[in-house]
């Protein structure tokens, strides 16, 4: 299951990069688990409702991220996932652009790979 659950990971990070910058909740409320916890850079708790009305809302707008130092790690039916990222995007039309730093937990249950758990750190 390790091989196969990393390439689901890899595919399931394309796919939430995607859906980041164009605001797709649908693909949002697919890859975000219901129970997700997201400490943001700032150190606020944000669950996945909050997520999906900042994109639902206008209110973040991402216009592209580039990954790097992608590092996966397989654990059981989860996998840890450390990343870099520099995204490019407004937050309430002020410019919200920066590198950051984040690790995802990415669970698999009943046939479904889901973020349950994300952290984010803003490189200076």
Known sequence: MGFELVQEV????HRLKASM???DIAALDSLLADNLVFINHFGHRVS???DLALHQSGLLSISSIELSDLQIEPHGNSVLVYVNADIVGTY???DASGRFVFSRVWLKEYGKIQVVSAHSTMLL
């Open 21 to 23: 910058i164009g605001s």
């Open 92 to 94: 309430n039309g002020a």
């Open 48 to 50: 996945k409702q909050d």
């Open 10 to 13: 890899i595919n399931a990070e």
